[in-house]
């Protein structure tokens, strides 16, 4: 399926002054709204639609703006130090939008030119004078600002670094909103940590939870016909290498049943998802021994990858947790495979971090395996199965977990993928290296309660997700 589920976002961006100016200095409001057009400009390189609100220099023409923003459906929004301004002129809108706002102070020049400085001079890049009024009252109002990027307006990549991180935030939050994140069959008999309630994550997440039937699947994967199949098999095959096994006696190499069978299946899959909207899918699904339904669902590995890469997170063992903590990574563009941890490497300090099931194969370091199993681990079936390690080089994992009142908990860390052999399982597995050393942060990481899924990412953006979590009010901890 094409990607195109993956939403662009939505931020506003509204310039703030003081009208008194305006008389004492002609030209300075014309030369300030340049220097916010250029800004607005920075913006809309970070791949986001941009809805500019214009000037706020009054607290009449906050009230005024105030309603635009409230009927505008932006996700985040910024305010643009352009010079001084009293925060009445803001103080409406941190109040009553409902939106997290970033406060922009980005000067124009890197320093005055003070042989030849003046007061219009300083006016012109004033931007940091205000910010410390405007958090302080927000704070008062009991909604702090989000963050405050402070820099230069021209030439400055920490600035458009910043930026870039929450015009990925707020494509986070425009992708949750709405999001459709179905569940077939029940959690795994006995995994006590898989359970949730599907009410409590619509309203912490803001998203819907279909629950849907094998049945209709099964239905789908029975009416494809060949010529259905014809351009998944090609992207299968030009995706996935099929080597012989190695050292595993549950592996075979990819038999033509199991490729078939994995074509048909991704073809129903994706069929499923158009057919019910699904931004995402987690399932598990056993049925009676050979039955139709059991020979179905063993099936969806290498569709459920697929898709995955394309922009619907898909996970088993019904775990509706980790496949929003998928959403969220994938929305964030660093991925989002479902994990898990596996043996530990005493010798080398490292810990294998994969799982078996579906993969977001867009983050594979070199070409994704496709091996046959002969049995599923731990689970009834058999079939098609993928194997790959992450990217080599920085990782973020992301699980959600709950408190006794049911409150979701994000608990999030940061490690490295480094080269190495993997176990040849037909399963993901990366060499997963943490500070101080893996035996420490695992201690610290099993302690803080997490489930065992958690959704594994490229890059280190434990920051950015912690982020994410204070503007969803779920509370959030980074192992370290």
Same mark, same amino acid.
């Given at each position: 399926?094409?990607?195109?589920?993956?939403?662009?976002?939505?931020?506003?961006?509204?310039?703030?002054?003081?009208?008194?100016?305006?008389?004492?200095?002609p030209?300075?409001?014309?030369?300030?709204?340049?220097?916010?057009?250029?800004?607005?400009?920075?913006?809309?390189?970070?791949?986001?639609?941009?809805?500019?609100?214009?000037m706020? /220099?009054?607290?009449?023409?906050?009230?005024?703006?105030?309603?635009?923003?409230?009927?505008?459906?932006?996700?985040?929004?910024?305010? =643009?130090?352009?010079?001084?301004?009293?925060s009445?002129?803001?103080?409406?809108?941190?109040?009553?939008?409902?939106?997290?706002?970033? &406060?922009?102070?980005?000067?124009? &020049?890197? =320093? &005055? /030119?003070?042989?030849? !400085?003046?007061?219009?001079?300083?006016?012109?890049?004033?931007?940091?004078?205000?910010?410390?009024?405007?958090?302080?009252?927000?704070?008062?109002?009991?909604?702090?600002?989000?963050?405050?990027?402070?820099?230069?307006?021209?030439?400055d990549?920490?600035?458009?670094?910043?930026?870039?991180?929450?015009?990925?935030i707020?494509?986070?939050?425009?992708?949750?909103?709405?999001?459709?994140?179905?569940?077939?069959?029940?959690?795994?008999? !006995?995994?006590?940590?898989?359970?949730?309630?599907p009410?409590?994550?619509?309203?912490?997440?803001?998203?819907?939870?279909?629950?849907?039937?094998?049945?209709?699947?099964?239905?789908?994967? =029975?009416?494809?016909?060949?010529?259905?199949?014809?351009?998944?098999?090609?992207?299968? /095959?030009?995706?996935?290498?099929?080597?012989?096994?190695?050292?595993?006696?549950?592996?075979m190499?990819?038999?033509?049943?199991?490729?078939?069978?994995?074509?048909?299946? !991704?073809?129903?899959l994706?069929?499923?998802?158009?057919?019910?909207? &699904?931004?995402?899918?987690?399932?598990?699904?056993?049925?009676?021994?050979?039955?139709?339904?059991?020979?179905?669902?063993?099936?969806?590995?290498?569709?459920?990858?697929?898709?995955?890469?394309?922009?619907?997170?898909?996970?088993?063992?019904?775990?509706?947790?980790t496949?929003?903590?998928?959403?969220?990574?994938?929305?964030?563009?660093?991925?989002?495979?479902?994990?898990?941890?596996?043996?530990?490497?005493?010798?080398?300090?490292?810990?294998?971090?994969?799982?078996?099931?579906?993969?977001?194969?867009?983050?594979?370091?070199?070409?994704?395996?496709?091996?046959?199993?002969?049995?599923?681990?731990?689970?009834?079936?058999?079939?098609?199965?993928?194997?790959f390690?992450?990217?080599?080089?920085?990782?973020?994992?992301?699980?959600?977990?709950?408190?006794?009142?049911g409150?979701?908990?994000?608990?999030?860390?940061?490690?490295?993928?480094?080269?190495?052999?993997?176990?040849?399982?037909?399963?993901? =597995?990366?060499?997963?290296?943490?500070?101080?050393?893996?035996?420490?942060?695992?201690?610290?990481?099993?302690?803080?309660?997490?489930?065992?899924?958690?959704?594994?990412?490229?890059?280190?953006?434990? /920051?950015?997700?912690?982020?994410?979590?204070?503007?969803?009010?779920?509370?959030?901890?980074?192992?370290?």
């Amino acid at each position: 399926m094409e990607n195109q589920i993956r939403k662009q976002a939505t931020v506003g961006v509204f310039a703030v002054g003081h009208a008194v100016y305006w008389g004492q200095f002609p030209g300075l409001l014309d030369k300030l709204m340049t220097y916010h057009a250029d800004f607005v400009r920075l913006l809309e390189k970070q791949g986001v639609k941009v809805v500019d609100f214009g000037m706020s /220099d009054s607290s009449e023409r906050a009230y005024e703006m105030l309603d635009r923003i409230r009927a505008s459906g932006v996700d985040l929004l910024f305010c =643009n130090m352009v010079t001084y301004a009293t925060s009445s002129v803001f103080a409406p809108i941190a109040r009553d939008s409902g939106l997290p706002i970033v &406060l922009t102070a980005l000067q124009p &020049l890197a =320093n &005055l /030119d003070y042989t030849q !400085a003046n007061t219009r001079m300083q006016l012109e890049n004033d931007c940091i004078c205000a910010v410390p009024e405007f958090t302080g009252v927000a704070k008062r109002l009991g909604h702090p600002i989000r963050d405050c990027i402070i820099g230069k307006l021209y030439d400055d990549p920490e600035v458009e670094k910043e930026l870039d991180s929450w015009c990925r935030i707020a494509r986070v939050l425009h992708n949750l909103h709405g999001a459709r994140i179905g569940l077939i069959g029940h959690t795994m008999e !006995a995994m006590y940590d898989m359970h949730t309630d599907p009410t409590a994550a619509s309203a912490a997440f803001g998203i819907h939870v279909p629950l849907l039937e094998i049945n209709e699947i099964v239905a789908m994967y =029975n009416a494809v016909k060949p010529e259905d199949t014809t351009a998944l098999a090609e992207r299968i /095959d030009a995706t996935f290498d099929t080597p012989d096994p190695v050292s595993d006696p549950v592996t075979m190499k990819l038999t033509p049943e199991d490729r078939e069978h994995a074509i048909r299946a !991704a073809a129903a899959l994706n069929a499923f998802v158009a057919k019910h909207h &699904l931004t995402g899918l987690a399932y598990y699904y056993e049925g009676q021994p050979e039955s139709e339904e059991s020979a179905v669902v063993s099936s969806f590995i290498v569709g459920n990858s697929l898709l995955i890469e394309d922009g619907y997170p898909m996970c088993g063992e019904y775990d509706l947790k980790t496949c929003i903590a998928m959403l969220i990574l994938d929305r964030l563009g660093i991925g989002g495979s479902f994990a898990e941890f596996h043996p530990i490497d005493f010798g080398e300090d490292f810990i294998l971090v994969g799982h078996d099931g579906p993969h977001h194969i867009a983050i594979a370091e070199g070409k994704p395996v496709l091996r046959s199993l002969k049995k599923y681990h731990g689970k009834p079936g058999h079939g098609a199965s993928v194997e790959f390690k992450i990217k080599e080089g920085p990782i973020t994992m992301l699980g959600i977990s709950q408190t006794p009142d049911g409150k979701f908990r994000f608990v999030i860390g940061e490690g490295y993928s480094k080269a190495g052999p993997i176990p040849p399982t037909g399963n993901t =597995n990366t060499r997963g290296f943490f500070a101080p050393t893996t035996r420490e942060f695992m201690k610290k990481w099993v302690m803080e309660g997490p489930t065992h899924h958690f959704a594994l990412g490229v890059g280190h953006h434990a /920051d950015e997700i912690a982020k994410i979590a204070e503007i969803l009010g779920v509370p959030a901890v980074i192992v370290r």
